[in-house]
């Protein structure tokens, strides 16, 4: 009898130091980018329940071990003065209405001692990021509204150049017709009183430029929310050496952007590829949505099976963030996988759930169980209590 005792003893002690292996393994991620809210106001999907369509919902959050999570604010250049702020604050509504409706669920996060207590309760937090200028309308009373309703880093520009900073795509494209290049005077004014009110300014999408007259300028730490390694994919939305290490020198953070199109360079000639084959179904979702870039994401998701053939591997979303670490630093790196705003990841990254399958590749390179801490959300907590303003 004792020696059953003996035996069930050891049993337990043995399951106990296995369930604190496990809870010490399991990492809390944060993302800084998704692009679900725009989805969302479209479609009218209750992101509280599982959404088979879509790459985020509150389900695949919990399954991802996903606390936090910056929702991306966005629409594109169609929106012009008198529409870009109003569509804007139409998707601030709706994530603050699923709030609302979620409240034992999830919270509104504004600060980095309210985002630590809200992982610590177990509850989902949601951050606002506005992804492109042009929706403050060139008007510094409408930075202020932003501001005011919880947004957390401006991204200074999307694909589309702004009157006051330029992008990536106009740089490269537009060079020569361009009336400015980089930040104006209004655009430095723009990125001081973002640094004054403790919102991060987002490199993302910014042209060279822009880039470095935000680094002259900046006197707090920058992030790029979704971008990756030019130096292993040379798309112009990937970050250059000097580049990264100019981020990690300001003190900011890169977080990797997992969209197959600036993981591998072959990419975007087999998407092409395909959307001339289908073309004919592209035109017609185009016409149902109106929207080019949501008729391709539907349009993958119609042929999955052939999608699939032409998806990165996993390896190369790796290779990403490790070249990333070693090149400025494991303080320096984290998420913003883009999920909901492209129409291709690699493989095995379907969604917001696939988090842990990253972690489990850095271990198996080598990251310390501290240093993936940092990279699944250490970082981004840090960067945004260095933008906090001062009181």
Not at 8 to 26: G, N, T, V, Y
Not at 55 to 68: E, H, P, R
Not at 354 to 361: D, F, G, M, Q, T
């Amino acid at each position: 009898m004792l020696k059953l005792i003996v035996f069930l003893l050891w049993i337990a002690a043995c399951f106990s130091a296995f369930a604190q292996k496990e809870q010490e393994d399991k990492f809390i991620f944060i993302d800084t980018h998704n692009d679900v809210m725009s989805k969302q106001i479209l479609s009218g999907a209750d992101l509280a329940i599982s959404q088979p369509a879509l790459n985020f919902d509150l389900v695949k959050a919990s399954k991802g071990n996903l606390g936090a999570q910056v929702f991306s604010i966005w629409c594109d250049e169609v929106y012009g003065k008198g529409k870009a702020f109003n569509r804007a604050n139409r998707e601030m509504d709706s994530l603050l209405a699923l709030i609302k409706r979620n409240p034992g669920k999830m919270t509104l996060v504004t600060n980095a001692k309210d985002l630590k207590k809200a992982l610590k309760q177990q509850k989902f937090a949601a951050m606002i990021g506005v992804e492109g200028g042009h929706m403050i309308e060139e008007r510094m009373d409408l930075l202020d509204s932003l501001i005011s309703r919880g947004m957390k880093y401006l991204t200074l520009t999307w694909n589309n150049s702004t009157g006051w900073a330029t992008s990536a795509r106009d740089e490269e494209t537009k060079k020569d017709s361009l009336p400015h290049l980089g930040l104006t005077v209004m655009g430095k004014q723009i990125v001081k009183r973002l640094n004054d009110a403790g919102v991060m300014v987002d490199v993302s999408h910014a042209g060279e430029k822009t880039f470095d007259d935000v680094i002259a300028v900046s006197a707090k730490p920058v992030i790029a929310s979704h971008s990756c390694a030019w130096s292993l994919t040379p798309h112009r939305r990937n970050l250059k050496d000097n580049q990264l290490k100019a981020i990690a020198k300001n003190g900011g953070v890169v977080f990797v952007n997992f969209y197959s199109g600036f993981l591998d360079s072959s990419y975007e000639n087999k998407k092409l590829a395909f959307l001339r084959q289908h073309k004919s179904e592209l035109d017609s979702l185009t016409s149902i949505s109106g929207d080019i870039e949501i008729a391709t994401i539907s349009l993958f998701s119609l042929y999955q099976t052939e999608a699939e053939s032409f998806r990165p591997p996993l390896s190369n979303l790796i290779r990403n963030i490790d070249y990333i670490a070693k090149m400025i630093g494991v303080d320096h790196v984290g998420f913003g996988a883009d999920y909901d705003g492209a129409e291709s990841f690699p493989s095995q990254m379907n969604d917001v759930s696939c988090y842990p399958l990253v972690a489990k590749e850095l271990k198996k390179l080598g990251y310390s169980k501290r240093d993936i801490k940092k990279i699944a959300g250490g970082n981004f907590i840090r960067v945004l209590k260095a933008n906090e303003r001062k009181l």
